[in-house]
């Protein structure tokens, strides 16, 4: 379920390109546009249509395809129109057509008495469903806005969070004149698709591209840097966070245990990075980059010096250094 309510005229409307385009029209039942879609998930209505309606998933968009249309064609050859009307005794969120199909005069009527929207897209069946699925899944993905910048460096997808004031937009403006890319500065909205990936997009998509750099007031981004310079969205794959240099905290040195914080129920790998003069913190955090890509290849370099440091102390080497070869026995 989705806390947000979502109805078939958002799903007609919703800005799609290319690959992801619905081609979805209204060719019917238009007062019930206002219909909620509270399901993510599809259904093929054969058994229904054949008068079977004891698990009928009626909560559900119902598609139609070359095989529904045949049927229903057969149906109005035969007169027979009680399980249509049988199934729009149920309240259901709207209709499919694939293919550019129509439904029949007697389905439309039906239809339309029942105030169910009845849509049309020119796309096969099994395009059709791939493509809403995948949609529906994002729509009504669970989703939180939070505090920060969300940039692409080296093809990896960096969240920098921080206290106010601690550096963050600053931090992505220099990633960014490196040749990165921005996603959004400030407030990120967080998609969790498929239980695991963490998708990230600005808050706001009309001000997603602009900075806060105080001193300075507002940029644009894209009008300075030009269009390769930010991307509408991306997987979120580290967190880095910026503090204030504590010279009482013990800061990680080495990189063995991995630290991870948790967003939407899914674990993502963290740095904390301490600021202070003199730290120039995005060389730091491209380097960070490069080396969870390397992790994600399956190399370690803090593992692989925390092995060789222990096979240096087992050789003969380590005890002539700490004893003097004259002790060894």
């Not at 096969?124 to 809403?132: D, G, L, V, Y």
Request: aromatic letters at 6%; charged letters at 25%; a negative charge.
């Amino acid at each position: 379920m989705s806390e947000k309510r979502f109805t078939v005229l958002d799903l007609i409307d919703i800005d799609l390109k290319e690959h992801n385009s619905l081609n979805l029209k209204c060719i019917g039942g238009r007062k019930g546009l206002v219909r909620e879609i509270s399901i993510p998930d599809i259904n093929r209505p054969g058994l229904a249509l054949s008068g079977f309606f004891d698990a009928f998933a009626h909560q559900r968009i119902q598609i139609f395809g070359r095989g529904e249309v045949a049927y229903l064609r057969k149906l109005e050859e035969d007169k027979s129109s009680d399980t249509i009307r049988q199934m729009f005794a149920h309240t259901i969120p709207c209709c499919i057509f694939t293919y550019g199909l129509f439904p029949g005069e007697t389905f439309a009527e039906i239809a339309e008495n029942a105030q169910c929207p009845v849509l049309q897209t020119n796309l096969t069946t099994t395009e059709f469903s791939a493509r809403i699925m995948r949609i529906l899944a994002e729509i009504f993905a669970p989703q939180e806005n939070i505090h920060g910048v969300l940039v692409e460096v080296y093809g990896l997808g960096i969240l920098i969070r921080g206290e106010s004031g601690v550096g963050k937009s600053e931090t992505a403006l220099e990633l960014i004149m490196h040749g990165h890319r921005l996603v959004a500065d400030d407030v990120v909205n967080i998609h969790c698709v498929n239980g695991n990936v963490l998708m990230g997009t600005g808050a706001n998509r009309i001000i997603a591209h602009h900075m806060e750099i105080r001193g300075m007031g507002i940029i644009n981004v894209t009008h300075l840097f030009g269009v390769g310079a930010i991307r509408d969205r991306k997987e979120i794959q580290l967190v880095v966070k910026l503090e204030e240099w504590d010279s009482k905290k013990n800061y990680d040195r080495i990189g063995i245990e991995e630290q991870y914080t948790e967003l939407l129920g899914v674990k993502v790998p963290m740095l904390e990075i301490p600021v202070k003069p003199g730290r120039n913190i995005p060389i730091i955090i491209e380097t960070a980059a490069m080396n969870e890509r390397l992790k994600s290849m399956g190399y370690n370099a803090a593992r692989e010096f925390n092995q060789n440091i222990l096979r240096w102390i087992e050789s003969d080497t380590s005890k002539s250094v700490y004893f003097g070869s004259e002790n060894i026995i």
